[in-house]
């Protein structure tokens, strides 16, 4: 390769200057990658939140699939990011994934507070990012595109009781989006209600939810560097 001063000369040329990337390619899990502490954060340019109810529910059936079956692994998908420094990446693909797994953990958390456990809600809140002690504001692990980051943050993110999420939802002039965010949980907060009725089934199922997501529900980390 050229030295960089003769990059910088064919750039003040108008010469096209190819830039060089790194790209990594490894076995992840889809919690693994939410525990990492950099941001990952969607690109405004990237569609809004589209999951309807069928991709919710194939994402609770790869995670009924591991509970049920007994299996250690199962595959949902590639998760590719551009990792331009180490405090922040940009998902290029797999944003729905993500962010309907995070609206998981948030109904977990709402479950955990319903079954009267605390420390439960607490160790999943740290899922959501990491707090500021001068601001008491979270920085947030995920961050979607300009049009739903907001409204993910203030309903997903934060806690909210599910009779406030189930009045919003009732709101005729949601966005598309919106609305599909709050049905995902209603969704799921309905699954994890028929799965753990009682302080004891939760107390049981609860940790090995977010053990499927850590350990068993892999992913593909495909991570460009530029």
Not at 32 to 59: G, H
Not at 71 to 90: P, S, T, Y
Not at 96 to 120: I, P
Not at 179 to 191: E, N, Q, S, W, Y
């Amino acid at each position: 390769r050229d030295p960089p001063d003769a990059d910088r000369a064919r750039a003040l040329r108008g010469d096209e200057v190819t830039m060089t990337s790194a790209v990594s390619t490894r076995i992840s899990t889809i919690g693994a990658l939410i525990r990492e502490p950099a941001l990952l954060a969607v690109p405004e340019f990237q569609r809004d939140y589209s999951w309807t109810l069928t991709e919710v529910e194939q994402l609770w059936d790869d995670v009924e699939l591991l509970r049920t079956e007994g299996r250690k692994e199962h595959f949902m998908g590639a998760i590719v990011l551009n990792a331009q420094d180490n405090d922040r990446k940009f998902v290029v693909d797999g944003q729905q994934r993500l962010a309907t797994t995070m609206t998981l953990l948030s109904t977990l958390r709402a479950k955990s507070r319903e079954h009267g456990d605390n420390e439960a809600a607490e160790e999943l809140q740290r899922r959501f990012g990491e707090k500021d002690l001068s601001t008491r504001k979270v920085r947030p692990k995920l961050q979607l595109n300009e049009h739903d980051d907001k409204f993910f943050q203030d309903w997903v993110v934060k806690e909210k009781a599910f009779s406030e999420i189930k009045g919003k939802l009732a709101e005729k002039h949601l966005p598309e989006s919106h609305r599909l965010i709050l049905r995902a949980f209603v969704f799921l907060h309905g699954k994890l209600s028929d799965l753990m009725p009682t302080q004891a089934k939760f107390a049981k199922t609860c940790p090995f939810i977010v053990d499927v997501l850590d350990k068993y529900l892999t992913i593909v980390k495909i991570e460009v560097t530029t």
